[in-house]
């Protein structure tokens, strides 16, 4: 066996650094859509899936397609990038459209 132990847990120092990173799924644009004060529809682009943002106490509770809790975030933007993450993808650009503003409910 050759090297130390070092070498060993660590790496060869003398090793060229391979920086080779796997590109990571993205979502494409980002929908939210607030349906109405403190209440929004999130889609992920392209990628079908999404949840809900619920107003909570000063904060946005985010759940996912099914209603479990995935975390909060502070704000519509925040909490779709939150959603973005934990579905495993890097989160794209975010649109926000308040619905109930254009529609009137």
């Known amino acids: ?3 130390t132990v070092q070498d060993a847990l660590f790496g060869d120092p003398a090793a060229p650094a391979t920086t080779k990173r796997t590109p990571q799924r993205t979502t494409g644009t980002i929908g939210v859509d607030v349906v109405q004060p403190g209440k929004a529809l999130v889609t992920l682009g392209r ?3 999404g949840g809900t943002v619920l107003r ?6 985010v ?20 959603l973005a993450r934990y579905h495993g993808y890097a989160p794209g650009p975010v649109e926000i459209e308040h619905e109930h503003r254009i529609y009137g409910h």
Do not use: F, Q
């Not at 996912?64 to 975030?73: F, Q, R």
């Open 1 to 3: 066996m050759t090297g």
């Open 63 to 82: 759940e996912n397609d099914h209603g479990e809790l995935v975390g909060h975030a502070s704000s519509y933007r925040a909490a779709a990038r939150l």
């Open 56 to 61: 909570d106490d000063g904060r946005y509770r």
């Open 47 to 49: 990628t079908g899936a």
